[in-house]
């Protein structure tokens, strides 16, 4: 059964930065076989999209997170990356990893069928 498992959340002054990363590990997982997606859930709002990277390696970013953050992968080491530049406060929330359904990925929550447990993020202004 595969697992997904982020780090490297934590409290940040705005302005600052920080990388998230998702390992993938269990079963038969082969991360190049699938897009894989970063969203996050601030308290007392919906999930939204943030970021996400196909099997090919293009990517597509949430408006609110364009130019300031940058989604990679590693295929070798079955991880993703989240890279958080010019934090804000309004990007305080928990950012979960996703395991798309196919090499192909959008910023559909709908397209996604693994998660991990998340981790949090908190910006201070």
């Known amino acids: 059964q595969v697992q997904l498992v982020e780090s490297g959340g934590g409290l940040v002054q705005a302005g600052g930065s920080l990388r998230l990363s998702c390992a993938a590990s269990?079963?038969?997982?082969?991360?190049?076989?699938?897009?894989m997606g970063w969203f996050r859930q601030a308290p007392g709002k919906e999930r939204e999209a943030v970021a996400t990277?196909?099997?090919?390696?293009?990517?597509d970013y949430a408006d609110s997170v364009k130019g300031r953050f940058t989604i990679s992968r590693d295929n070798a080491k079955n991880t993703v990356y989240l890279q958080m530049n010019s934090l804000k406060p309004e990007d305080t929330a928990v950012y979960y990893c996703?395991?798309?359904?196919?090499?192909?990925?959008?910023?559909?929550?709908?397209?996604?069928?693994?998660w991990g447990q998340g981790t949090q993020v908190t910006v201070s202004s």
């Open positions: 996703a395991r798309g359904r196919s090499y192909y990925t959008s910023l559909s929550s709908t397209e996604y069928y693994t």
């Open positions: 269990g079963g038969t997982f082969s991360m190049s076989l699938h897009g």
């Open positions: 990277i196909r099997s090919d390696s293009t990517t």
